[in-house]
């Protein structure tokens, strides 16, 4: 039988070893919804989420709905939390806040997360959210996780 | 305030022209010059983690996102172009699966460039809400005044 904390060491062995992070993915229902996928880029973890009319908002120009955009953030932070962490649950939101710099356009999005402050109980997370350009982000975003209190 | 009918037809149309917004069920149950009130259907989708039964927090930005652009339109009484400049969640509780999640977002202050909107999410009572938010909108066409206009 698989337990729960068992299925979350698989899901980070098969990411950390052979470079599958859909096991992981496929652990937040919602993260798998939307359609994240996690790879491996320049040795970073950088998330995307490709394109579909679905996750429009505003049809007329047309451009990402704002609150998935936001959303992908806020789960490429979770993802982020969870492979680089020994987490065996998904980390706990406090809050957080994004700016938006430009229109997201219909085309895919990146994401990528640094960790700014690691306590023993609260992560501060930042996260990048960008389209064609790297150095042009469409959305920065900053995030508290509250972590699994360690035994 | 009672609704006219600009604010029955933002009600029964706004939600329905966005891709997204369609995608995820949500519903307009009230709108006004004061704000509008959007429920979003309970759908496993949702959640963060199977196992602990927590929503994602990127589903209830989704919501909350939808909901305060509604109430710019309504507190302008016309339909034009807003953008989210920035939002800021806070996660009071958590929220869990099964129930329905309401959120009410009224506009504070409407300048001729600038909406701020606050926002508050609820599953079962509403003076016991599960995240609080704050927005600030742009009005995007107002940014653009027309050539040889006095700013």
């Given at each position: 039988m698989t337990t729960v904390s068992s299925a979350w060491s698989e899901a980070r062995r098969s990411a950390r070893e052979h470079g599958?992070?859909?096991p992981l993915v496929a652990l937040i229902p919602y993260a798998r919804f939307l359609g994240m996928r996690a790879e491996t880029?320049?040795?970073r973890l950088r998330l995307r989420l490709p394109f579909r009319t679905a996750l429009v908002g505003n049809p007329n120009l047309p451009a990402w709905h704002g609150g998935v955009t936001a959303a992908f953030m806020e789960n490429t932070a979770l993802l982020h939390l969870l492979l680089q962490l020994d987490e065996h649950r998904v980390p706990k939101s406090i809050d957080f806040a994004i700016d938006y710099l430009l229109s997201g356009r219909p085309q895919d999005l990146y994401a990528d997360c640094s960790i700014s402050r690691l306590g023993s109980r609260v992560a501060q997370?930042?996260?990048r959210c960008w389209q064609s350009d790297p150095a042009k982000p469409i959305a920065v975003a900053r995030a508290h996780f509250l972590l699994s209190v360690s035994a | 305030?009672?609704?006219t009918p600009f604010h029955e037809l933002l009600r029964r149309d706004f939600l329905e022209l966005s891709p997204h917004m369609r995608e995820c069920g949500l519903r307009a149950t009230a709108v006004d010059a004061h704000g509008a009130l959007?429920?979003?259907p309970y759908r496993e989708d949702w959640l963060g983690d199977s196992e602990s039964g927590r929503l994602n927090p990127g589903i209830i930005t989704v919501l909350v996102d939808s909901c305060a652009g509604l109430a710019v339109l309504a507190s302008i009484g016309a339909r034009e172009p807003v953008a989210t400049l920035d939002l800021r969640m806070d996660y009071l509780r958590p929220a869990f699966r099964g129930g329905d999640v309401q959120c009410r977002a009224s506009c504070l202050r409407?300048?001729?460039s600038i909406a701020f909107v606050r926002a508050t999410v609820?599953?079962?009572r509403e003076d016991e809400p599960f995240a609080t938010a704050q927005l600030v909108f742009m009005r995007t066409a107002a940014a653009r005044p027309p050539t040889g206009a006095a700013a």
């Open positions: 599958d992070y859909r880029h320049e040795g997370t930042q996260i | 305030m009672n609704p959007v429920t979003l409407l300048t001729a609820w599953q079962e």
